[in-house]
C-alpha cells in the first residue's frame, strides 16, 4: 500500500532526458544535479523528525534523437517565450503578414505557409520598424490594421505612432501624438492606455480593448467613416457581447492583451497571457460573432503535450512503454529496486516544457531552460526547487501570491487542511518550503499537508474526567473522547468552538491536560500559562483565566514552570503529577497544593519497568477507571502501568496505538504498517 505521506523510506528516481548539442546533460551537470537533490530532500526531511522519511536514490540517463520542439503547436514555430503570451497583434495588408509583438522583440507569421514564423525571427523592433521612438522600441501596448487608409498603428501608454507601409514602413512625421484629442469621443480611461485593438473587416470597425484590476475587461467601437468617432453607446463590457467567450477572459480582473483579424480565413483572434501557458480564442463573425468550439486553446500547446513529446520516447527507450503505464512502470522500477515504501521519479530535461518546475501523480519535472547559459552548473536553487515540488507530491500547495493559491482551498493527501500558509491570505509571510523555498522550513499547515499533523506529531495530551467517566485525547488542534475504550460518535472534533471560553492560542493546541478530583477541575496548560475548566459550569473555562503556571502551583519552578509534557491525575494516590523531559514531580491537593519533598525525580528508576524511551520522555498521560490503570503514551506507542502491581508496566508493552487502542481514529497516530519504530 503506498503511504501516501512524506514518512519512511521513499524511492526518488532521477532520469535525465537530453538529446545532442544544447540539450545534452553531461556527466559533470549529473553529478551536481544528485548532489542537489539530496540536499534539498535532507533538508525537507529534516523538519519533522519523527517522519523517519529516508530516501534512497536510483539514476538512469538517456538521450532521444529526432526531437522537434513545440511539435504540433497551435501557432507553429514562434519562439518559446511567446508560447506564454504576447503584448500586441498585427494583421498587415500590405504584405498579407501577421505580427506578434513581445517586449522589444517581434515575429512575422506567414498564413500562406501554414501560418508559421518566417525564417530569421524574433528580431528586436530597434532597427527593423524605421524611425520608432524608443520607448516603442522597447515594446508595445498594441497594434492596428487601420484599413480605411492603409496604415498601420501602435499605441504605447497615453501616446500612439502611425506608419505608413507604402513609405518604406517609416513613422509618419508628428508622431508620437497623445491619444487624448486625436481618436474623438474616447473615454479617459482609455485615453490614459489601450490593451488591444482590432481591425474589423466584416463591419468595417475598429476596436479598442482596456483591462482593469478590479473589474471587467471593457471596449468601445470606432467608425472610420463616420470621422473616426466612437459609436453610440459605448463603451461596453466585454461580457455578454462578445457571445460565447469564455469567463476566462471576460470576469473581473482577467485580460484581453491582443487581439487580430485574421484576414485568410476571416476570423478574429483573442489572444491572452499567462504566467505559465497564454491562451487564445476564435471568434467567426459570420456565425454570429460567436466563439468556435473547442476554444480557448494553448497558443503553444498544454502541460502534457509538451511534456509528452519528449517523455514518451525517453522512457520507451529505456524499455517502459509510453504514456501513464511506461511512467507507473518507472516508478516500480526504483521503488522496488530499493524497496521503499513509496517512490517517485523526477525528470531532468534541458528540453521544452511548459514551466520550469512542476509535479502532478508520482512524477517532478524540472527544466534547465537557459541552454545559452549552458550549464545545469549554473542553478544553485535545485535543491530548494526541489524540495518544493516533493511536497506537491505529497499532497502541499503552493503558498506564493502569485499562484493565485486561496487559504479557503483544502490539500493533503491523508489529512484534509486548508491552505493557511498562502501569502495572499496568511498572517505571518515567513520563509516557507511551499512559499519561497525554504526547504528546511515547513510551516504550521504544511505539516497537515505532507502527512506530519497529529499522528506524527504524538498524542498532545489526555484525560480521564469523572464529571462524565469519559477519556479525553488531544492532538494539535483537535481531540477525541472516549467512552470506556470506543471513540464516542462524530469524533474528532476541533477544540475551537467546543470547549467554551477557551483562548485562541489553547484552541490551536494544547500541551497538557489534567482532572482533579479535589475540586471536579479540569486543567489545561500551555507554555508557562494554564487555565482551569468546571465542568459543572457548562465546561467553561473558570474567570480570571489563562494564569502563570509560576507562583500558582506551589513548588513548581524552573522548567517546569516553563511549559509541561505531560500531566496526570492518579486514582490510587489522589495525587498529581507532572512531567517534564526525564523527570516528574507529584503534587499533593491535599496539602495546599504542594510539590511533595523529594521532588524532581528522575522517571527511570522510579517508575518501574518503563522502556528508556518513556524514561527519557512523555507525551501524555492518563488514568482510566474502566480498568484502574494508567496509560503513558509517546509517539505512536503507549505503555499501561498497573498501580495494584507496585506500578510495575503490564507485561507486554510498549504497543502500537492504531492496532491495540480500541477504535482509534486514522490521524491522530501512525499505523503499524506506516511507521517503523
Given amino acids: 500500500m503506498a503511504n501516501e505521506r512524506l514518512i519512511n523510506s521513499v524511492s526518488v528516481g532521477v532520469i535525465f532526458v537530453g538529446d545532442t548539442g544544447d540539450y545534452e546533460i553531461s556527466p559533470e551537470e549529473q553529478t551536481h544535479i544528485m548532489a542537489e537533490v539530496q540536499n534539498g530532500l535532507e533538508l525537507l526531511a529534516e523538519n519533522e523528525s519523527d517522519s523517519n522519511a529516508s530516501f534512497v536514490y536510483g539514476s538512469l540517463s538517456v538521450n532521444i534523437n529526432g526531437y522537434v520542439p513545440w511539435q ?36 512575422r507569421v506567414d498564413p500562406d505557409n501554414g501560418w508559421q514564423m518566417d525564417a530569421g ?56 501624438k497623445p491619444i487624448s484629442g486625436n481618436w474623438p469621443g474616447l473615454p479617459a480611461d482609455f485615453a490614459e492606455g489601450i490593451d488591444a485593438t482590432l481591425w474589423s473587416d466584416p463591419n468595417g470597425k475598429i476596436y479598442f480593448f482596456k483591462n482593469y484590476a478590479d473589474q471587467q475587461p471593457m471596449y468601445v467601437r470606432i467608425d472610420p467613416s463616420n470621422g473616426w468617432n466612437m459609436d453610440p453607446g459605448y463603451p461596453k463590457t466585454v461580457a455578454g457581447n462578445w457571445p460565447g467567450l469564455p469567463e476566462s477572459f471576460t470576469d473581473s480582473g482577467k485580460t484581453l492583451d491582443a487581439a487580430l483579424w485574421g484576414q485568410p480565413n476571416g476570423k ?92 502532478g501523480g508520482r512524477r517532478v519535472v524540472m527544466r534547465q531552460s537557459d541552454t545559452t ?205 507532572f512531567f517534564k523531559g526525564s523527570e516528574y514531580l507529584r503534587i499533593n491537593p491535599n496539602n495546599g497544593w504542594n510539590v511533595d519533598p523529594g521532588y524532581p525525580k528522575p522517571i527511570a528508576g522510579n517508575w518501574p519497568g518503563f522502556p528508556s524511551d518513556f524514561a527519557s520522555g512523555v507525551d501524555a498521560a492518563v488514568w482510566s477507571d474502566s480498568n484502574s490503570r494508567i496509560y503513558f503514551f509517546r509517539k505512536n506507542k503507549y505503555i499501561r502501568v498497573n498501580p495494584a502491581n507496585g506500578w510495575n508496566v503490564d507485561p507486554g508493552y510498549p504497543r502500537w496505538i492504531n492496532k491495540n487502542w480500541m477504535d482509534f481514529p486514522e490521524g491522530f497516530v501512525p499505523d503499524i504498517t506506516d511507521i517503523t519504530s
Fill in 121 to 176: 525571427y524574433p528580431k528586436p523592433i530597434a532597427g527593423n520598424w524605421p524611425g520608432f521612438p524608443a520607448n516603442f522600441a522597447n515594446g508595445i501596448d498594441a497594434a492596428l490594421w487601420g484599413d480605411p487608409n492603409s496604415k498601420i498603428y501602435f499605441f504605447k501608454g497615453d501616446e500612439y505612432i502611425r506608419v505608413d507601409p507604402s513609405n518604406g514602413w517609416q513613422v509618419d512625421s508628428g508622431y508620437p
Fill in 373 to 577: 547559459a549552458g550549464s545545469f552548473l549554473g542553478w544553485t536553487s535545485i535543491d530548494r526547487v526541489f524540495a518544493h515540488e516533493t511536497g506537491h507530491i505529497f499532497g502541499a500547495p503552493d503558498e506564493y501570491g502569485s499562484s493565485g493559491c486561496a487559504c479557503t482551498t483544502t490539500h493533503g493527501r491523508f489529512i484534509s487542511e486548508v491552505n493557511g500558509n498562502c501569502a495572499n491570505c496568511a498572517d505571518d509571510l515567513v520563509p516557507c518550503v511551499m512559499r519561497s523555498g525554504a526547504a528546511n522550513i515547513a510551516c504550521d499547515f504544511t505539516y497537515k499537508h505532507l502527512g506530519w499533523h497529529a499522528f506524527l506529531r504524538r498524542i498532545d495530551a489526555a484525560i480521564y474526567t469523572f464529571a462524565n467517566n469519559k477519556i479525553y485525547m488531544f492532538s494539535n488542534d483537535y481531540y477525541i473522547r472516549f467512552t470506556g475504550f470506543d471513540m464516542d460518535p462524530d469524533y474528532p472534533k476541533p477544540i475551537a468552538g467546543n470547549w467554551p471560553g477557551f483562548p485562541a492560542d489553547f484552541a490551536e493546541g494544547v500541551d497538557a491536560a489534567l482532572w482533579s478530583d479535589k475540586n471536579h477541575r479540569i486543567y489545561f496548560f500551555k507554555g508557562s500559562q494554564y487555565i482551569r475548566v468546571n465542568p459543572a459550569n457548562g465546561w467553561a473555562v473558570d474567570p480570571g483565566y489563562p494564569k502563570p503556571i509560576s507562583g500558582n502551583w506551589p513548588g513548581v519552578t524552573g522548567g517546569f514552570a516553563e511549559g509541561l509534557d505531560a500531566t496526570l491525575w492518579s486514582d490510587p494516590t489522589e495525587k498529581l503529577y
Fill in 72 to 107: 504540433g503547436a497551435n501557432w507553429p514555430g514562434l519562439p518559446e517565450t511567446f508560447y506564454k503570451g504576447f503584448d500586441a497583434a498585427l494583421w498587415s495588408e500590405p504584405n498579407q503578414k501577421i505580427y506578434f509583438f513581445k517586449g522589444p522583440n517581434y515575429v
Fill in 268 to 359: 478574429i483572434y483573442f489572444f491572452q497571457k499567462q504566467r505559465i501557458v497564454g491562451k487564445y480564442v476564435r471568434v467567426d463573425p459570420d456565425n454570429g460573432w460567436q466563439m468556435d468550439d473547442g476554444y480557448p486553446k494553448p497558443i503553444g500547446l498544454g502541460w502534457g503535450a509538451t511534456e509528452l513529446l519528449w517523455r514518451d520516447p525517453a522512457l520507451d527507450a529505456l524499455g517502459f512503454g509510453t504514456g501513464g503505464d511506461g511512467l507507473n512502470a518507472a516508478v516500480e522500477f526504483f521503488q522496488n529496486a530499493a524497496g521503499a515504501q513509496y517512490g517517485y521519479v523526477v525528470f531532468f530535461t534541458k528540453l521544452p516544457t511548459v514551466w520550469f518546475a512542476y509535479a
